[in-house]
């Protein structure tokens, strides 16, 4: 499985991004979708989540509202909306395939097998 993030950039504080993740490879087996992120000095944060088989959504509490995470199934794409971006939104984001997803554990990077190269999200005042 081959995971390609694209649509980063540069924006100012409240403009918005949509991040697009396209799969390819053995994708038939995958049961989700996540997107993380990870600012300098900190830990990787999961945020968002899609479930392949019936697209149920997860969030974080701190993206919640915001951010939208959808799927194209006739592209093999997920995509990640970001809205009302703030400063502390900066980070780089990656997107990763879950074989076997628990509900529970939507966006714990463990559970991830898979994972892109990640694009660069800076926010700016």
């Known amino acids: 499985v081959q995971l390609v993030e694209s649509g980063g950039g540069l924006v100012q504080a409240g403009g918005s991004l949509r991040l697009s993740c396209a799969a390819s490879g053995s994708i038939f087996g995958l049961s989700a979708i996540g997107w993380f992120r990870q600012a300098p000095g900190k830990e990787r944060e999961g945020i968002a989540c899609i479930r392949k088989r019936d697209g149920t959504t997860y969030y974080a509490d701190s993206v919640k509202g915001r951010f939208t995470i959808s799927k194209d199934n006739a592209k093999d794409t997920v995509y990640l909306q970001m809205n009302s971006l703030k400063p502390e939104d900066t980070a780089v984001y990656y997107c990763?395939?879950?074989?076997?997803?628990?509900?529970?554990?939507?966006?714990?990077?463990?559970?991830?097998?898979?994972w892109g190269q990640g694009t660069q999200v800076t926010v700016s005042l």
């Open positions: 990763a395939a879950s074989l076997l997803l628990q509900p529970i554990r939507a966006l714990i990077s463990k559970d991830y097998d898979y």
